[in-house]
């Protein structure tokens, strides 16, 4: 197994992110040869795969495919696992986990489909080297993950391990974040230049704020991980991916005319947003400041404004929330003219009562929850009725 040759290269994403990572991967550029709702298909070796951990804001994870086969049953899938050549990946000193997801009638539960591949791994390796690596559920370590649909079988190193959205920089939790990979789907999904100001009134601990930092400096996500699959198995080249990392490393400047503002009325919020934008390495590119939302400074030369409301999943909080929503329409149609506005929220009911005509209306998920990002061209008098005015960006 040489992984320096061209695999076929599946990036995984949340439900309805396709798009915008299939946009991402295009531009890196990799050719993208399939894309779905929730996975796209790439090709290229390990280092490419290094480089994709490095430089993608909206994926989950990068499988490099290792192999594919038919198999009928459990005892196929063993029978090809424990002729598979694992030694020419993993060391027998070293520790593995093994993920499925299984759509055959073979089996119906996925962990029994994982078990038979580690026993598969194991007794090949029992066999070649006389000692046989540990296995667990620790994502930590190499991770091989078997997508099985009726009689195919495919087996893919999970170059990430954990997530790609646990960027590592969220050292202090928050109520309700928006998960990183997502913040940075919505953003991409707007139409922000990343050049004009991006205003980030009701921050909470941060998310969009530093995720808009990032893009605007041009600084790759995965810089501030310590961690990837990739880094446990045979072939890693810990000098390459050091000089990945130099190559990418962009400037701590913000283009002139762009700045990032974050508030939020809570003190703690911010606090934490402040702690997670250092530990991005982005700090110094996000203006902090506590204030309710309405107080929020709107800079000069146009840009966007960005907010992201509680949207009440418990009973009873969705009409107390009616009324901030309400207020939320006040303050971007008074103080955001001239701008977009985006509200990204969970409940279309209480987008109601933003009382603004939206532009766009993008769908996206938050786990189980559909999440709506609702865009809004802030012309001249726009509630309700609207106006021709165009928004000058
Ligand atoms: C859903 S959270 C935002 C989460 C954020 N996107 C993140 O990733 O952490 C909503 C935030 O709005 C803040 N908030 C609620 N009402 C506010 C108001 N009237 N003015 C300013 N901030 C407010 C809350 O303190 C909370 O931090």
């Given at each position: 197994m040489i992984l320096t040759e061209k695999h076929p290269i599946a990036v995984t994403c949340a439900r309805g992110i396709g798009p915008f990572l299939a946009g991402e991967l295009s531009s890196l550029p990799f050719p993208v040869l399939r894309a779905g709702e929730t996975a796209v298909e790439t090709e290229g070796n390990l280092e490419d795969a290094m480089r994709l951990n490095l430089h993608l804001r909206t994926a989950h994870r990068v499988l490099l495919g290792l192999c594919a086969f038919r198999a009928e049953g459990p005892e196929e899938l063993y029978r090809f696992v424990s002729a598979f050549p694992w030694e020419d990946l993993l060391s027998e000193n070293g520790y593995f986990s093994v993920t499925s997801t299984v759509r055959t009638p073979a089996i119906r539960d996925p962990r029994f489909a994982s078990l038979r591949i580690k026993d598969g791994i194991a007794d090949r390796f029992y066999r070649t080297r006389g000692i046989r690596p540990d296995s667990g559920?620790?994502?930590?370590?190499t991770v091989f993950h078997l997508q099985w649909t009726g009689e195919d079988a495919a087996i893919s190193l999970d170059t990430s391990g954990e997530p790609l959205s646990r960027r590592g920089y969220r050292k202090l939790p928050w109520k309700a974040p928006m998960q990183e990979s997502l913040a940075a789907a919505t953003i991409l999904a707007s139409r922000w230049d990343r050049k004009s100001p991006f205003v980030n009134p009701?921050?909470?601990?941060g998310t969009l704020a530093v995720e808009a930092a990032l893009l605007a400096l041009g600084r790759p996500p995965g810089l501030t991980r310590e961690n990837f699959g990739f880094m446990h198995v045979r072939g890693y080249s810990p000098r390459r991916w050091r000089e990945l990392r130099a190559e990418a490393k962009a400037g701590g400047r913000l283009p002139p005319g762009c700045r990032i503002l974050a508030t939020d009325r809570d003190p703690d919020a911010v606090a934490a947003a402040r702690e997670n934008a250092r530990a991005a390495g982005v700090e110094q590119a996000i203006e902090f400041n506590v204030c309710p939302f309405e107080e929020t400074e709107i800079p000069a030369g146009g840009g966007v404004i960005f907010m992201n409301p509680e949207?009440?999943?418990?009973?009873?909080e969705a009409s107390l929330l009616r009324d901030v929503y309400g207020k939320i329409g006040d303050f971007l149609k008074k103080r955001g003219r001239g701008r977009l506005g985006y509200v990204f929220t969970g409940n279309p009911d209480l987008a109601k009562s933003v009382g603004l005509r939206t532009a766009r209306r993008i769908p996206f998920f938050n786990g189980p929850i559909e999440c709506r990002l609702l865009e809004y061209e802030l012309y001249e008098g726009s509630r309700k009725a609207g106006n021709s005015e165009p928004a000058s960006r």
């Open positions: 559920p620790d994502r930590r370590r009701m921050c909470g601990s949207y009440g999943e418990r009973m009873g």
